[in-house]
């Protein structure tokens, strides 16, 4: 009988603790209630409360305080459980449906209670006490009437893309500009935030704006930019002068004031002339010409330097071909010399990084994969991240890009030079260890010039042409500078050169008649 | 006398072998991260990246606060023991550090973890880090080997230098919170730069000046020099970050001494001990409910008692250190601090609320429970029932949510007349929360009182016009707090934020050093009207303990989700964006699961770490009927 009563209490025991158990891991992951057939039977957090009780009656202290203890962690998950969540985690808006403009205003409601964090300031409740920003609850309608001659959109978009611009009275300048870091909304965020606005009390308007703001401030430009059309022309003009463009850029009519004084901020050079330059390009094309001076250069004002049988050439590449380029460089007196020079006469440099080496200007290749002997050298032919074609006499072979010997040339301070295959270290480690004839050697890096020093994964031959305009105008110029100067470029058609020139020499004419 | 014996070897070789695992980690991180160009996340396998190092992150912070908490007071109390010749004082001081030595490895082992998991999760992150942090990390380690021989020495050292080197171990004492202490500064620095990657101008170097001038003016190419020095005083906010292209402009230390670098330093370190404290008191009060004898039961009644006063020391400064805190996470972002307490996170405070709560209560509870076993002290029982109502109204103003929009029906709110309740809503803000909390603060200061003078009679001869003083100061300051309180619902945030809430903090204290001295001075020459029965306690106090030590615990977990999940989408706030899945803040009540599971994790470490310990005296026990326990069974607090 009392054996029967031992295996029963052991029996409940154990029940109690397996019930504790799973109860507690099912309220945790949130599982639904326990079902029996098609019916919920009890939530898993009564069937937890069931089984503390039981193993507090029947297990010894140990086991009792093990059960108080998750009892009290559980009590502190119920009480989460039953506030309101909140999380950041409203999804990405990829695109908007504005067949649906409800459905639009409730991605809106989410980022403005979520990712927008309006909520954390604005109400929408007009009997709520003073918040720190206005109440919203009637936006939509009264949008329209805040400012004369302004739509209910048209203020919206203003007000979010630039908050201190209306400041209702009795709130001051707190709210942050939202499409920047760090709330960040992207336009298509901002659309629907409007549209759930606008559902306050007024009619939800799905006309497509563009955004006054430039995305490229926050360094996160997610759209292209329109085209820049709505500088103004004059302005622009003097935005050329001020920028020092006619320093180096000609237009047939305009005067450089200060031609002849040269320039301390950049080296003045021989650049396109642009009298007639929206004749031939598009807008686009000039914009891009600004912000990238490299992406395309004009035949012949391309910039170089090659080394050629150990001797530098620094220039202006004239022409090229398959076999040979032709570099003008300027001596300190001002003469200009050309220098023809074959493409077969340029000195190999070591390659540390071999990704994108076509756009880097690299024409050859010398590279020793890692299960061969010899290194294979030839014209690189096509490329991707992983490996490179190159042209080896008459024939093509493809070797990878990962898996290659690397080179060292270790110079120490002295000016020593050490040439070897590596093994193993970088130049920022404590110390390098490369094959010298032969014989592993072992070098400490503070004994080595790092700077000079190369650990190089190929070599090869590199024209690389750049731009000789400085790219540091996207920086120097601001958002409305930019849109002037490009509606003055657009202006160049050769019409207004030809105009201006008529118009001087009519001038001169009556000046000589009067 | 005692002997290193073989498993103390072991134990020795197994820490030290972990810290140069640590440090082996430490010095690849940056190579090792560099490499990973092409891979700037790795999915953990089962439970993802995010979870892996959130769980092993918050374990090696509990155990961290663990150890560093404890030797602060462990070394407070020989202290004590070694001036008043009370040899038991320097014997409880022992025992916690022999809790410590146990938490110690398991500390250094879930730090190994953590760099483990963020090394091969997080590449890129901890690439940007330790591009910036890499002086400090190397500065960490050695920090770290200080801390691992002194407190070896401190511990394997407590037998052997008592008597005249009595002083040195106490200063070893001292070296090894100092240690612990910079140890906690310096992994501080990493993780407040996430949140608040900015600073003072005042506090900048010069090189992060020259460069933060640079960037400005390269972005507002319209303004010279001086016209942007014009704008700028020594508490302007600075990014220490390129806006565009986030690449850092600083120095090391200008990254270190962020916005949020100090608060969070003073919140830990207080934090560590109540924190300390409360695991203490938590294993005494298991180890009371497991005693067999009278003894027995005395020491750990008395430990548990000694360990809650600790945690209550700490408990007390601690919401004026968060308020700090708080205050310095609004002035680094707007954004960051109306998202913190009133929108993503209020709901977060509120239950934080019902944690601090259930901790004064509890903790008023076990002291006016200790005054049952002592002789006297009933004629302060017919101030308990006011003392509850005080601090049960105020832990229920200070739960009113702001708004009631999320959790009331249409037609409640109808008859409400709108989100907010309108008279208790009131309650909601900010003011209010502030006074209540001093007043919570002040009330058990008074239970405090209550328990230190119970059992005692003045024999000053102004004992009367002391009581006076001390009641009227009580009163006043009351009354003060309430009156700012008040005022400070007719007023601007920021006269609030920076005047009236700071008055307030400074009345609440200056009430209590004043009425302490008084106390001090009254009491001083105090007859006794009755001893402490130690060991007479009620079983339910020491459950109480146990609550106490587990809120605690769970507090910090959530309050460890809140800090960092007030970055939101960022690795970096407002630098580094994540870009993984896990670029958001997960919801409360999911937050809540992961910290409870966490707590799972810890107490079951925690406990397996006490068995360990107590399955090595039992014999000890058993052969040793402790004069000790006899001593505490007799004597006083």
């Known amino acids: ?514 | 006398m005692r002997r290193c014996t073989s498993q103390t070897k072991k134990r020795i070789f197994l820490i030290i072998g972990f810290v140069l695992l640590g440090f082996v980690l430490f010095s690849i991180v940056p190579a090792f991260a560099q490499d990973m160009t092409d891979a700037e996340y790795r999915p953990f396998p089962m439970i993802g990246s995010r979870n892996a190092a959130w769980i092993a992150a918050q374990l090696h912070l509990l155990f961290g606060s663990f150890i560093l908490g404890v030797p602060m007071f462990a070394v407070i109390i020989e202290f004590i023991g070694w001036k008043t010749k009370e040899e038991r004082y320097d014997r409880m001081a022992q025992e916690f550090i022999k809790l410590c030595m146990g938490a110690f490895s398991t500390t250094a082992l879930l730090g190994g973890v953590l760099v483990f998991i963020l090394v091969w999760c997080y590449p890129k992150v901890l690439s940007k880090l330790s591009g910036i942090f890499g002086p400090t990390m190397i500065f960490y380690v050695v920090l770290f080997f200080g801390e691992t021989f002194t407190l070896y020495l401190y511990s394997y050292g407590w037998d052997k230098m008592q008597g005249r080197h009595k002083g040195w171990h106490l200063f070893l004492g001292v070296l090894l919170n100092i240690w612990g202490t910079a140890i906690m500064f310096v992994s501080n620095t990493w993780l407040t730069y996430q949140t608040s990657p900015a600073t003072q101008y005042g506090k900048l170097s010069d090189q992060a000046k020259e460069g933060w001038l640079e960037h400005t003016l390269s972005q507002n190419p319209e303004l010279t020099r001086a016209e942007v020095l014009k704008e700028v005083t020594d508490t302007t906010v600075i990014n220490l970050h390129n806006e565009t292209t986030g690449e850092f402009l600083g120095t090391v230390m200008d990254a270190v001494n962020n916005f949020t670098w100090m608060p969070v330093n003073i919140h830990r370190l207080i934090g560590n001990i109540a924190f300390g404290g409360s695991i203490v008191a938590a294993y005494a009060a298991f180890r009371f409910l497991v005693a067999k004898t009278k003894e027995e039961k005395a020491h750990y009644d008395w430990m548990g008692y000694n360990g809650n006063f600790i945690a209550l020391c700490g408990l007390i400064p601690l919401p004026f250190a968060g308020y700090w805190l708080g205050r310095e996470i609004y002035m680094f972002n707007n954004t960051m601090g109306v998202n913190m307490m009133g929108a993503l996170f209020s709901w977060l405070f509120i239950i934080q609320a019902v944690m601090i709560g259930i901790l004064f209560i509890g903790a008023n509870y076990y002291l006016w429970s200790g005054m049952g076993r002592i002789e006297g002290a009933e004629k302060y029982a017919r101030y308990r029932p006011i003392m509850i109502a005080i601090i049960v109204i105020c832990v229920g103003i200070w739960m009113t949510p702001r708004t009631l929009s999320s959790i009331s029906s249409a037609s409640e709110q109808t008859a409400m007349g709108g989100s907010n309740h309108p008279h208790l809503g009131l309650f909601g803000l900010m003011t209010a929360k502030n006074t209540v909390v001093n007043i919570v603060i002040l009330t058990t200061f008074l239970s405090f009182l209550f328990y230190r003078r119970s059992g005692k009679k003045p024999t000053a001869n102004w004992k009367k016009l002391g009581n006076i003083i001390i009641s009227s100061v009580f009163f006043l300051g009351v009354v003060v707090i309430v009156v700012i309180g008040i005022v400070g619902f007719a007023v601007e945030s920021d006269v609030r934020v920076n005047v009236l809430t700071p008055w307030q903090v400074l009345v609440a204290l200056a009430v209590m050093v004043v009425v302490t001295i008084i106390d001090i001075f009254m009491y001083r020459k105090a007859t006794t009207s009755g001893t402490i029965k130690w060991g007479e306690m009620t079983e339910r106090s020491q459950y109480v303990l146990i609550l106490l030590a587990i809120t605690f615990t769970s507090l910090m977990g959530l309050m460890g989700y809140a800090r960092s999940g007030l970055r939101e989408g960022w690795h970096i706030f407002g630098v580094m964006k994540d870009t993984s899945a896990d670029a958001f803040t997960p919801s409360l009540s999911s937050a809540v699961n992961m910290v409870s599971i966490i707590m799972v994790i810890f107490f079951a470490l925690v406990g397996f770490i006490f068995w360990l310990g107590l399955w090595g005296e039992r014999k000890k026990q058993k052969a040793v009927p402790t004069m000790e326990s006899e001593a505490i069974a007799e004597g006083n607090d």
């Open chain 1, 1 to 514: 009988m009392e054996e029967t009563q031992s295996v029963k209490n052991t029996l409940l025991k154990i029940a109690g603790l397996l019930l504790l158990l799973v109860s507690f891991i099912a309220f945790l992951a949130k599982a639904p209630a326990f079902p029996i057939g098609s019916e919920n039977l009890l939530p898993w957090s009564v069937w937890f409360l069931i089984a503390v009780l039981l193993n507090m009656f029947v297990w010894g202290i140990v086991v009792k305080l093990m059960t108080y203890a998750l009892g009290v962690v559980w009590f502190f998950a119920l009480i989460a459980a039953w506030v309101p969540d909140t999380s950041t985690n409203t999804g990405t808006v990829t695109e908007l449906d504005w067949s649906d403009p409800d459905a639009v205003a409730e991605i809106g409601l989410a980022i403005f209670n979520g990712k927008g964090q309006c909520s954390a300031c604005h109400t929408l409740d007009t009997s709520a006490p003073k918040g720190r920003c206005p109440d919203l609850s009637d936006i939509g309608n009264n949008a329209a009437n805040r400012e004369p001659g302004k739509d209910a959109k048209t203020y919206l978009i203003e007000s979010l893309y630039e908050p201190s611009k209306y400041l209702v009275p009795g709130y001051g300048k707190i709210m942050p500009e939202v499409w920047k870091n760090p709330i960040a909304l992207t336009k298509l965020e901002i659309e629907a935030v409007i549209a759930f606005l606008q559902s306050q009390g007024g009619e939800i308007d799905p006309t497509p704006f563009d955004e006054p703001i430039d995305r490229k401030e926050i360094g996160t430009a997610a759209e292209a930019l329109p085209p820049l059309l709505t500088g103004d022309p004059e302005e622009g003009k003097r935005v050329f002068i001020d920028a020092a463009c006619i320093s180096c850029h000609e237009i047939q009519g305009l005067e450089n004031p200060k031609a002849g004084e040269g320039n301390e901020d950049f080296e003045v050079v021989t650049a396109p002339e642009l009298t007639e330059i929206a004749a031939f390009n598009e807008l686009r094309y000039l914009e891009e010409s600004i912000i990238l001076p490299d992406a395309e250069i004009v035949s012949g004002y391309g910039s170089v330097t090659v080394i050629a049988q150990g001797v530098t050439y620094q220039g202006t590449l004239v022409s090229q071909d398959t076999e040979k380029i032709v570099v003008r460089t300027k001596a300190e007196d001002g003469t200009e010399t050309e220098h023809t020079i074959l493409l077969s006469d340029l000195d190999e440099e070591p390659i540390e990084d071999l990704t994108d080496l076509k756009g880097r200007g690299y024409l050859t290749l010398t590279i020793t994969p890692i299960d061969a002997d010899a290194p294979v050298s030839g014209e690189i032919v096509e490329e991707s991240d992983t490996t490179v074609t190159l042209k080896v006499g008459d024939e093509t072979q493809t070797v990878s890009k990962i898996d290659v010997k690397k080179q060292a040339t270790l110079i120490d301070f002295d000016g020593v030079k050490t040439v070897g295959e590596h093994v193993s270290g970088t130049l920022d480690d404590f110390e390098i260890v490369i094959i010298v004839d032969g014989n592993e050697e072992t070098f400490d890096t503070f004994d080595i010039d790092t700077d000079n020093s190369v650990l190089a994964s190929a070599s090869g031959k590199r024209l690389e042409v750049k731009s000789p305009m400085p790219n540091n105008f996207p920086d120097l110029l601001s958002f409305r500078e930019m849109a002037d100067l490009l509606a003055y470029l657009s202006t160049l058609t050769g019409a207004t050169a030809e105009e201006e020139t008529n118009e001087a020499s009519s001038d001169t004419q009556e000046e000589v008649t009067e």
